[in-house]
């Protein structure tokens, strides 16, 4: 199907607009990522095994959860969005995502108490009241960790849409790399001071000094994993204006979508 030539809100496949159906593709990724980020955020797994860096405080392996690799990935999207398409729709997008966390967290709450069948087993090593074992103990929530993740995400996720319109604003729409990542570095140090603030002091009774080494490891760890992704917004972006047939404009004021 060819395109060119039409204006972005005129192109359609099969009857549902291009520019509508993209955005409704990244808020499906964010919200999928989002998920998966909660369910595979229960494992832990230590970085820099040998020891850490000198750059960074503390000692000895850092323990980080697996969802430090995906996370980034939902803020990338908002990114996008509010590039392209503006705030409200970013916001939704935010919004969104928090409904489906709270519907899956209470999903799983309901296959954990479902009784197990006696054909779910590994022979010769687990019957089924082990394996459900393992199910509950795999999707097991602490409620500390709950309350913080839940008000340290939408806090965080909030936060990186105001901001990366503040940025927008203070260069006059010049500089992406700036809007993108003067957002991200910020509202990620938001959410790491929330969730490791609230849930290391309830859960494992650490000290503030303690808490402060957590949240600055971790958070440089995420500087780095943001500036790793300014290159992808960057081509994200020419993908989205391309189809779109969006023009290009070296300091826009506004999403052009918004």
């Given at each position: 199907m060819n395109f060119a030539n039409d204006p972005a809100g005129s192109r359609t496949v099969r009857g549902m607009s291009l520019a509508e159906g993209l955005y409704a593709g990244l808020t499906a990724l964010f919200c999928v990522v989002l998920v998966l980020t909660n369910i595979v955020g229960v494992k832990l797994f230590e970085l820099f095994p040998d020891g850490r860096p000198g750059w960074m405080p503390g000692s000895g392996p850092l323990a980080l959860t697996t969802g430090i690799i995906t996370y980034p990935v939902t803020f990338l999207c908002t990114d996008l969005v509010a590039e392209i398409w503006g705030r409200r729709r970013a916001q939704l997008m935010v919004w969104l995502g928090f409904g489906l966390s709270l519907a899956m967290l209470g999903i799983v709450q309901v296959a954990k108490a479902l009784p197990p069948s006696d054909i779910w087993a590994i022979e010769g090593e687990l019957d089924a009241a082990a394996m459900q074992h393992a199910f509950v103990v795999t999707f097991q929530f602490p409620a500390e960790l709950l309350f913080a993740s839940m008000l340290a995400y939408l806090t965080a996720q909030l936060f990186d849409v105001h901001l990366y319109h503040f940025w927008w604003r203070v260069?006059?729409?010049?500089?992406?790399?700036?809007?993108?990542?003067g957002s991200t570095w910020i509202s990620q140090l938001v959410d790491t001071c929330v969730v490791n603030g609230i849930f290391l002091p309830l859960a494992f009774g650490m000290g503030f000094g303690e808490v402060v080494e957590v949240i600055v490891a971790?958070?440089?760890?995420?500087?780095?994993?943001?500036?790793?992704?300014?290159?992808?917004?960057?081509?994200?972006?020419?993908?989205?204006?391309?189809?779109?047939?969006?023009?290009?404009?070296?300091?826009p004021l506004e999403a052009p979508l918004a």
């Open positions: 260069t006059r729409g010049r500089h992406m790399w700036i809007r993108n990542n971790v958070y440089l760890c995420k500087l780095v994993l943001a500036a790793l992704d300014t290159p992808v917004i960057y081509l994200g972006r020419f993908l989205l204006r391309k189809a779109l047939g969006l023009q290009h404009e070296d300091a």
